[in-house]
């Protein structure tokens, strides 16, 4: 028969396990947001050689982590068609990697104040390898929920074929009727893809969107995405032989 010790003990023994149980959450967690930013230190310390002067990095730009996965795939697979949805500090950083090699980069931007000031960052440093295309947003016939995506009139007459790499990291997306813009870049890009070898990483695919939009593209399109390391924010879906950029 159970004596009330007993019932205490086990009424103490679930009290303790339950907290065991919160502290190792609580420590798991911190030890994810360490090891995320070691590998944003690590990046970096890599990526030195390209950074000439003060970068804007904002919560909104692309991780350290992303961005070196980005250039390894540039580098050792050759990448030498690159368009990319979106100016911001990768675009900074994919120039200078580019600088003295016979490619083509197209950088893709709405918002004409902030494509300026990466373009002066870009003279500031005497590059001019980056093409840049400034298209509004408009009403796309493949829009999800409303959203808007970039004039295509401005970017097909501009497009060389084919495309060796396809980075999304816009327009912007996140909360409302926004949250799904990226989509359009799939049946609107995804043709101009080189098909024997090349490759689509999409930013920001930890929030909920970005994963439905993986989703549908991977149901629709002969693609299949995998995702970075933590931190890194990105999943890619390369296609034909290529070397890990992992």
């Known amino acids: 028969m159970r004596t009330v010790l007993d019932l205490r003990r086990n009424v103490m023994y679930r009290m303790m396990r339950k907290h065991i149980e919160r502290l190792k959450e609580i420590i798991f967690r911190e030890l994810n947001g360490y090891q995320a930013q070691f590998n944003d230190l690590s990046a970096l310390e890599y990526m030195a050689p390209l950074i000439k002067s003060y970068l804007p990095w904002s919560g909104a730009s692309m991780s350290p982590v992303g961005i070196r996965l980005i250039l390894n795939d540039i580098l050792i697979n050759k990448r030498r068609t690159i368009v990319e949805c979106g100016a911001g500090v990768s675009t900074v950083m994919i120039a200078n990697l580019l600088c003295g090699k016979d490619a083509n980069f197209i950088c893709i931007e709405n918002n004409f104040s902030w494509m300026n000031i ?32 970039y004039d295509v009139e401005c970017i097909k007459s501009e497009l060389c074929s084919p495309v060796d790499l396809l980075l999304v990291d816009g327009p912007n997306a996140g909360a409302g009727k926004q949250a799904s813009a990226r989509y359009p870049v799939g049946p609107e890009l995804f043709p101009c893809l080189n098909p024997t070898a090349s490759n689509v990483i999409l930013h920001d695919c930890d929030r909920p969107a970005e994963r439905r939009i993986i989703g549908l593209w991977e149901s629709q399109f002969d693609l299949s995405f995998q995702y970075g390391p933590k931190g890194s924010g990105i999943a890619f879906a390369p296609r034909g032989d290529m070397f890990t950029i992992v």
Do not use: K
Not at 120 to 147: K, W
């Open 118 to 149: 990466v373009q002066e960052i870009l003279v500031s440093q005497s590059m001019d390898n980056v093409t840049f295309i400034h298209a509004p947003l408009v009403c796309n016939r493949y829009s999800l929920a409303g959203s808007y995506w």
